[in-house]
């Protein structure tokens, strides 16, 4: 949102890396519907009035299709781990990156084998508990 601002205090427009809603969960984009509802309910009316229009009669339309795709490709995605969201939080590891680094063959693999114990490879949700 300060680039929001900012570009207002500056009379430029600018564009925001957002994602449909049925694809945004784990991703670095926000939802769009989110971003237009943070723009439209923002304290200072310059931004507010700077929201863009969309067509929510397309993107409801849109959803059941997406989240088929999203389902067909769910092994690819990151399965929601608290300590793992947790840890990247304080890490300041921008969003979507577990997603990002799961999707890097050999990754996963290469830290199971350097992160497990007594011969046993550490898996992806176990990386997040090893003590490095």
Same mark, same amino acid.
């Given at each position: 949102?300060?680039?929001?601002?900012?570009?207002?205090?500056?009379?430029?427009?600018?564009?925001?890396?957002?994602?449909? +809603?049925? @694809?945004?969960?784990?991703?670095?984009?926000? %939802? =769009?519907?989110?971003?237009?509802? $943070?723009?439209?309910? #923002?304290? !200072?009316?310059?931004?507010?009035?700077?929201? +863009?229009? @969309?067509?929510?009669?397309?993107?409801?339309? %849109? =959803?059941?299709?997406?989240?088929? $795709?999203?389902?067909? #490709?769910? !092994?690819?995605?990151?399965?929601?781990?608290?300590?793992?969201?947790?840890?990247?939080?304080?890490?300041?590891?921008?969003?979507?990156?577990?997603?990002?680094?799961?999707?890097?063959?050999?990754?996963?693999?290469?830290?199971?084998?350097?992160?497990?114990?007594?011969?046993?490879?550490?898996?992806?949700?176990?990386?997040?508990?090893?003590?490095?």
């Amino acid at each position: 949102m300060a680039a929001a601002l900012a570009a207002v205090e500056l009379d430029k427009d600018i564009t925001m890396d957002v994602q449909h +809603p049925a @694809l945004s969960g784990s991703t670095a984009q926000p %939802s =769009m519907n989110k971003m237009l509802n $943070l723009i439209r309910n #923002y304290p !200072d009316e310059r931004v507010a009035t700077k929201s +863009p229009q @969309l067509n929510n009669d397309a993107i409801k339309a %849109s =959803m059941s299709s997406l989240y088929g $795709l999203r389902f067909q #490709y769910r !092994d690819f995605e990151s399965r929601y781990n608290s300590e793992l969201v947790e840890a990247m939080y304080y890490a300041r590891t921008p969003g979507g990156a577990s997603a990002t680094l799961k999707s890097i063959p050999g990754l996963v693999e290469n830290l199971g084998r350097l992160l497990g114990v007594n011969g046993h490879h550490a898996d992806w949700d176990q990386i997040p508990d090893c003590n490095i």
